[in-house]
């Protein structure tokens, strides 16, 4: 089935470091979301990317979507302790499931 | 408009009960999905729901079912409860059309022993 994997499981940056997070797909997605978990918190939805190659920017933010459509990344420049939780990408596969199965996530720790 | 609520917020179960978790979704939206999360396994999709019809289903065994009402509110439950099946239950609203994104309630905490 459908497999969505982040990368790094866990990262711990200082205070103004920036921080990336990977997602790769086992299938090519039809659209990829992005969701922040603040620690004991619930998902909140950051950004959708649909086209392939996509670039969107939230502030100091950066999301991208893989020119095939099977991978995506944060890029968040200058980290500030708010940033800390957890982040999940999630895709549809497009076909006939178009399930939205959600990444492993990435825990970021930021000290300040 | 009010957010996505779940009751109960907390429970505690013991091996073998059975137990139902509530879902209200925001005012208008028509789909509503469930996920477990535990610290091990991450956000696992338990099922979907639009307009009272199952739309899609994870893979969990047959003791987990759910269902949708008229009004849009689900609820979801559990048989044979196991220690395993302790976790955070989220259910998540949404429009429905599957490029719109999806608005997570605050769980419900389950805890089986």
């Known amino acids: 089935g459908q497999q969505v994997m982040q990368i790094p499981q866990y990262q711990h940056v200082q205070e103004g470091e920036d921080f990336t997070t990977y997602c790769n797909s086992s299938t090519t997605l039809s659209n990829i979301q992005w969701y922040k978990q603040r620690p004991g918190g619930h998902p909140v939805f950051l950004i959708q990317?649909?086209?392939?190659?996509e670039v969107k920017k939230q502030k100091r933010l950066t999301f991208q979507f893989g020119e095939a459509k099977k991978n995506s990344s944060l890029h968040i420049t200058a980290t500030q302790t708010t940033d800390v939780g957890t982040y999940f990408c999630a895709g549809r596969d497009g076909g006939a499931t178009n399930k939205l199965i959600f990444g492993t996530g990435t825990l970021l720790a930021v000290q300040p | 408009k009010a957010g996505v609520t779940q009751t109960p917020r907390y429970l505690i179960k013991t091996r073998g009960q059975q137990v139902t978790l509530s879902c209200s979704p925001i005012s208008g939206h028509r789909s509503v999905s469930w996920y477990q999360q535990t610290p091990g396994q991450g956000l696992q999709f338990l099922f979907e729901?639009?307009?009272?019809?199952?739309?899609n289903k994870g893979n969990f065994p047959g003791r987990f079912s759910g269902r949708q009402f008229s009004n849009s509110r689900s609820e979801m439950n559990v048989s044979t409860l196991e220690l395993g099946d302790s976790a955070l239950y989220l259910c998540a609203s949404s429009q429905g059309d599957r490029t719109y994104e999806q608005y997570f309630g605050p769980g419900t905490r389950l805890t089986v022993t």
């Open positions: 729901y639009f307009s009272e019809t199952q739309r």
């Open positions: 990317l649909v086209k392939s190659g």
